[in-house]
């Protein structure tokens, strides 16, 4: 009979129990110093090692010759425990056995001697699921315990149980297991099942997993019914990974605003039987992927996801300003909820979809708290060069512009010619300026280390831009790499959109990081008095481009 791997690969010792040192090697310390407790606590998330330990420890504290704290798993205690012969060792599942009866009983019978052990062990698996009146029961238990009686409870719940029950047993946190630990251990039973996988492909199952080692068993054998030779793809293809087109559409539709578009391919994918709360979860984790690759400077090792799918995420988050992401991903929160208390389906998710595609008509208070924060923010777009700068910026006040899809990328306020300072002063703005007038980002600047590198990649892009950036520096300031160019001509390349492409990919392949381009402009001190605002907006109005300014 098959028996799925997961079970197979249960660890019969503390040993083989991977990741969880603080729990394995304290138990076997105290088990060779003889030290017993009559209750412990295994406490973490599912899949994390809680029965396998457990068993380990009932058959520890009766193994006829444990080695180092584990049991020999060769003595007729070990075998009769595996067998079943042995029935000294109990489980009892408190989620289908919660009542005070069950306990009762339980009290009842631990009251006798074991019959072949040393010690009767109740393992108490889901113990957060007894009723109020076993907890009661359990604990005069536990205040008194048999000489003979050994309770293990195991939760994922730790919160859920009462104080006083707490307080008498001795707790082991298990914590979700790393992936390298995983991954190796998936390479160590796929090798003993006579398979191979690659290092890649065990650590995307680790990741896919999330310190869960059951679930990636569990995975590991979908794959192996797939393939002997477990690729990134077979990982790709079993976990459902691929043909994922249809979220970077439907968010595309709610960047460009095309709400039409988003009814179509919604309308396409309920005609292929897709679910439509399956379909909001997925999409929901896509704008995860999108936020966390939008804020870490690394994000890589959280979203789960293959290289080329990476990029293509990367590519996205770079048109989406944060704020629409992450009203994105409360929306379609929402509209699960809504699903999941019994809403139609279709229904929420079309009204979630429309609504994030027509901002106008999205009434939600996070919506208009979004739109007052974009003012205050004071991010406002300006129209070339026609009217003054400063009625502009009333203008676009009063008629409470929000920050359109493909601004973020955009609020790029590169120096025209004439902006740029004849001669370099000083490299700090806080010493050129009086603080409060140094502008927001020059003030956080921080110089950027690894620009060197960044044009030793940007090199491999396009020769004639990196030379352009000779002799330049560059600051990192909240999402802006700000740069410092001798070279004039380095801005007005810049000014491409394909060349800003090749930049910012190439600080992105550096940092690991997707920032926006601005100039480091080094102010002189003469220009102190001069009104900052009022600078930005003549920038502005000369290059008909966005101010970001606080
Ligand atoms: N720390 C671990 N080391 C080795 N295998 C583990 C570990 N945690 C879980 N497993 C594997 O997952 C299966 C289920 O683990 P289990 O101990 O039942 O998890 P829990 O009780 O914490 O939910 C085990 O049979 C084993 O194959
Ligand atoms: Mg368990
Ligand atoms: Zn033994």
């Known amino acids: 009979m098959y028996q799925v791997l997961y079970r197979k690969w249960r660890p019969k010792a503390f040993a083989d129990v991977v990741g969880q040192p603080q729990v394995t090697v304290t138990l076997k310390n105290e088990l060779m110093a003889g030290r017993i407790a009559h209750a412990y606590l295994f406490t973490g998330s599912r899949g994390t090692g ?18 180092d704290g584990d049991p020999c798993g060769e003595c007729e205690i070990c075998r009769g425990v595996d067998s079943g012969s042995v029935m000294d060792i109990v489980e009892i599942d408190a989620a289908s056995n919660n009542g005070v009866d069950n306990i009762r009983s339980l009290r009842e019978e631990a009251n006798f001697t074991p019959a072949a052990a040393k010690y009767r062990v109740y393992i108490i698996d889901e113990v957060h699921m007894l009723s109020t009146g076993a907890f009661n029961a359990l604990l005069k238990t536990l205040e008194e315990p048999p000489a003979h009686v050994i309770f293990i409870l195991a939760t994922t719940e730790v919160h859920k149980l009462p104080a006083t029950i707490l307080s008498r047993c001795q707790r082991f946190d298990f914590h979700r297991i790393a992936p390298e630990e995983i991954a190796s251990r ?25 310190g869960a080692l059951r679930d990636a068993l569990s995975l590991l054998d979908q794959c192996l019914g797939r393939s002997k030779d477990i690729t990134v793809e077979v990982v790709n293809e079993t976990a459902g990974l691929v043909g994922r087109d249809h979220l970077f559409e439907l968010t595309d539709a709610m960047r460009e605003s095309d709400s039409s578009r988003a009814l179509e391919l919604i309308d ?33 090792g959280m979203v789960v996801v293959s290289d080329a799918e990476y990029e293509r995420l990367t590519k996205q988050a770079l048109a989406i300003p944060l704020p629409a992401i992450l009203h ?46 974009a003012l205050e923010r004071g991010s406002v777009r300006v129209t070339p060069p026609r009217a003054k700068p400063v009625e502009q910026k009333a203008q676009a006040t009063s008629t409470g512009t929000e920050p359109g899809p493909e601004e973020e990328s955009e609020t790029v306020p590169l120096p025209s010619e004439a902006e740029v300072p004849p001669e370099r002063p000083t490299r700090n703005p806080a010493a050129a ?27 491999d892009y396009s020769r004639s831009i990196a030379s352009a950036f000779n002799g330049s520096t560059a600051y990192v300031s909240g999402g802006y790499v700000l740069i410092d160019a ?39 001190t003469e220009q102190a008095g001069e009104d900052p605002l009022k600078r930005l907006a003549g920038l502005a109005q000369q290059e008909g481009i966005e101010v970001i300014q606080k």
């Open 50 to 67: 809680k029965t396998t330990c457990a068993k380990i420890l009932a058959k520890a504290v009766n193994c006829l010759h444990p080695v």
């Open 328 to 373: 994105g991903l409360d929306t379609l929160q929402t509209a699960l909820e809504k699903m999941y208390r019994g809403g139609n389906r279709r229904i929420e998710f079309e009204m979630a979809m429309l609504r994030l595609c027509s901002p106008e008509l999205d009434s939600t208070q996070e919506a208009l708290i979004r739109r007052i924060e």
């Open 186 to 210: 998936l390479t160590y039973v796929t090798e003993q099942e006579g398979a191979h996988i690659e290092l890649q492909a065990a650590l995307l199952i680790a990741r896919l997993a999330d």
């Open 486 to 524: 001798p070279n004039e001509i380095a801005f007005r390349l810049l000014r491409e959109p394909a060349q800003r492409d090749h930049m910012r990919r190439a600080i992105q392949q550096v940092t690991g990081r997707v920032y926006n381009l601005g100039p480091y402009k080094p102010v002189k």
């Open 433 to 459: 300026l009086p603080k409060k007038e140094v502008d927001m980002l020059q003030e956080k600047a921080e110089r950027l280390a690894e620009w060197p590198e960044i044009l030793r990649v940007l090199r």
């Open 268 to 300: 396409q994918l309920h005609n292929s039987s897709k679910d439509m709360a399956r379909l909001c979860e997925e999409l929901s984790s896509h704008f995860r992927n999108l936020m966390l690759i939008k804020t870490m400077k690394d994000a890589r």
